[in-house]
């Protein structure tokens, strides 16, 4: 019990609040996370994506961002945010290939501040939601760092982590490939879309997400 008030969301969103100041941030953590008891299906849920020059989040740079809401399931597709951010850091080509943003493109982009303020009003008291939550919590975690000298708690559900819990029960070998946020559609029969745009994986992830959830009594802890 002890350690359950002294590291969960709320106590660590609270003791945060008390050393902010106003501003962006300060906003955030003035909202109470989700009740970890909720259920999926009464959540407000913001779906994110990042596309990154690349894979470490110290190193490398935030290039764009996507996100949309889902209320109770549905998705919001009137919330839809996209935004190229522009970083001083020249692209690789190889990396161009993948992402198709162009240095002309990221130099018309926004700072990263303002993108970054974007989203933290959008995910206040609500639940995040990405596929591989490794990359956008390193990569926001790293931006709230430079921007404000401090990194929030972030209430994380990852689509690619509930496949792979649900493939590990049956305790049979899987190929890794099987967990991309392509192949699941697939699984699920959902379409497939355009990738490595972060609006299109925003929404990806979102139709993944739904098509997951087999029942409505699952609650948040249960997936977190």
Do not use: W
């Not at 967990?179 to 497939?192: D, F, G, K, V």
């Amino acid at each position: 019990m002890f350690l359950s008030s002294f590291f969960g969301f709320e106590a660590r969103r609270k003791r945060l609040l008390k050393k902010v100041p106003k501003g962006a941030l300060y906003d955030f953590l003035s909202v109470p996370f989700p009740s970890e008891d909720s259920f999926l299906s009464d959540l407000d849920i913001v779906s994110v994506d990042f596309e990154t020059t690349g894979l470490n989040a110290v190193t490398d740079k935030l290039l764009s961002v996507g996100f949309v809401s889902i209320d109770k399931q549905q998705i919001k597709l009137n919330s839809c945010y996209h935004q190229i951010i522009n970083t001083e850091l020249r692209l690789d080509a190889d990396n161009v290939i993948i992402h198709q943003i162009t240095d002309q493109q990221k130099s018309q982009g926004k700072p990263l501040r303002i993108v970054v303020e974007a989203l933290l009003q959008a995910l206040a008291g609500k639940v995040m939601l990405v596929h591989y939550a490794r990359i956008e919590k390193q990569f926001l975690k790293q931006a709230c760092l430079e921007l404000y000298g401090v990194s929030p708690p972030l209430m994380i559900l990852d689509t690619l982590a509930m496949a792979k819990r649900k493939l590990d029960q049956r305790d049979i070998a899987y190929d890794p490939q099987n967990l991309r946020l392509a192949a699941l559609r697939h699984t699920h029969e959902l379409p497939s879309y355009y990738a490595h745009n972060a609006l299109n994986d925003a929404i990806a992830t979102a139709e993944l997400f739904l098509a997951q959830q087999k029942t409505e009594t699952t609650k948040l802890k249960d997936v977190l």
